[in-house]
């Protein structure tokens, strides 16, 4: 398997603009996440699916964040409007279940908000 | 809402062993520890994981307090590759909410040659 994929690996966008990243998570991984990391607040989860089911959004900053599982194999991080603070980079991530078994993460997306 | 508590950083030599802490002392039942680092630019990358008894992989040894307020990750004999952030986690068993799974900032390995 290639791994946990995303894309783009570098989005550039100015101050308003609609922001889309995508993640192809590991076949047959039942969960996924999806994590924004800052220099001052470190690594944070935003959000993760079970089954294609938002399971829990508290992460998520603001209604400018949306996020989408179409399917078992594609999801969808979504900034509309994009700000300059959310300028970070964000990982993807998918594992079998919970608790007892590995993450793997995507190699992230750097987003910089003009 | 820290989770878990680790030191900002370590330093350790080349070939000799690592003992990196992590206290956890609101840990419950369920929740296994898990550890994971990240080298620059990259994406965080699994290390390994426990729920009570003491585990080995090839990465590296685990360490679990008989109370499980505590753990520590060995690695036996650090290369320079293994300079990184490492990152303990709780991990809970019961896929309903993500009160855990707080990475925060982790501990910032470095290895001298």
Redesign the interface.
């Known amino acids: 398997d290639a791994g946990v994929i995303q894309s783009p690996r570098h989005e550039v966008t100015e101050m308003g603009q609609e922001v889309t990243l995508r993640c192809k998570p590991i076949s047959g991984h039942d969960y996924l996440f999806w994590y924004r990391q800052t220099m001052m607040r470190g690594l944070e989860l935003l959000i993760y699916f079970n089954n294609n089911v938002p399971i829990d959004d508290s992460g998520m900053p603001e209604d400018r964040f949306s996020a989408k599982m179409p399917n078992a194999s594609f999801s969808t991080l979504k900034i509309q409007p994009s700000e300059p603070r959310d300028s970070a980079v964000y990982f993807c991530a998918s594992s079998l279940a919970f608790g007892g078994y590995e993450q793997y993460f995507g190699p992230g997306t750097r987003l910089t908000v003009t | 809402d820290a989770k878990t508590t680790q030191p900002n950083s370590m330093e350790s030599n080349e070939e000799e062993p690592v003992h990196l802490p992590c206290n956890h002392s609101t840990i419950s039942g ?3 520890i ?1 550890w ?1 680092r ?1 080298l620059p630019s ?5 290390v390994i ?1 426990g ?1 009570t008894s003491n585990v080995n992989n090839r990465m590296a040894s685990l360490a679990i307090a008989e109370d499980r307020k505590s753990s520590t990750l060995i690695l036996h004999r650090a290369t320079l590759r293994d300079a990184a952030v490492y ?1 303990c986690i709780l ?8 009160g855990n ?6 501990t910032k390995l470095s290895v001298k040659p």
């Open positions: 369920t929740d296994y898990h994971y990240q990259q994406g965080p990358e699994y994981h729920l990152y991990y809970g068993d019961y896929g309903g909410s993500q799974l707080i990475f925060g900032k982790g």
